[in-house]
T-cell receptor
């Protein structure tokens, strides 16, 4: 039982490059999330998906896009990375009384 | 608006002292409530959760939390702090009246002094 799997674990990008962070869950959860974590700012919601095919902006969506192509997978895309997007990114899934997190992706944009 | 408030971004205690981390929520319907712990450079680990039933919930590592509906609170406690408890703690809720959406507090950094 893998839970929530995020890839990659570490990434260094140059400013202007693009990349996609992948997230998959095997718990049949409807809701999935992308958060970023920066020192002293807690977890800030980037995007949220309540179910397959639906997405909603969170607190800090600018510079990001997401895709929820199926129930298992929720990807986060940076089209043109900026140094301000240097952060640790967490994917999560939840269903009623359960919420689980991936191990995080540490992204550095230089 | 539904929200989660953690009072105190930084709490410092001595080893052996009581740990009290505060969490209040705002919701028209009592939510499901969670506490997560994050050790340095690691992911989030579930400490405990309240869904229904007994309002005093026991979790891992000697932590417990009590759901108080009248106070809209879910404070986390541990009778005696250990050095290994130093970490960041997040309170979270799943709002039953809003697509069962997960919402986090801003976190409380716990420091344990020898």
């Amino acid at each position: 039982n893998a839970g929530v799997t995020q890839t990659p674990k570490f990434q260094v990008l140059k400013t202007g490059q693009s990349m996609t962070l992948q997230c998959a869950q095997d718990m049949n959860h409807n809701s999935m999330y992308w958060y970023r974590q920066d020192p002293g700012m807690g977890l800030r919601l980037i995007y949220y998906s309540a179910s397959e095919g639906t997405t909603d902006k969170g607190e800090v969506p600018n510079g990001y896009n997401v895709s929820r192509l199926n129930k298992r997978e929720f990807s986060l895309r940076l089209e043109s990375a900026a140094p301000s997007q240097t952060s640790v990114y967490f994917c999560a899934s939840s269903e009623f009384t359960e919420a689980f997190f991936g191990q995080g992706t540490r992204l550095t944009v230089v | 608006a539904q929200s989660v408030t953690q009072l105190g971004s930084h709490v410092s205690v001595s080893e052996g002292a009581l740990v009290l981390l505060r969490c209040n929520y705002s919701s028209s319907v009592p939510p499901y409530l969670f506490w997560y712990v994050q050790y340095p450079n690691q992911g989030l680990q579930l400490l405990l959760k309240y869904t229904t039933g007994a309002t005093l919930v026991k979790g891992i590592n000697g932590f417990e939390a009590e759901f108080k509906k009248s106070e809209t609170s879910f404070h986390l406690t541990k009778p005696s702090a250990h050095m290994s408890d130093a970490a960041e703690y997040f309170c979270a809720v799943i709002h039953r009246g809003s697509n069962y959406k997960l919402t986090f507090g801003k976190g409380t950094l716990l420091t344990v002094n020898p």
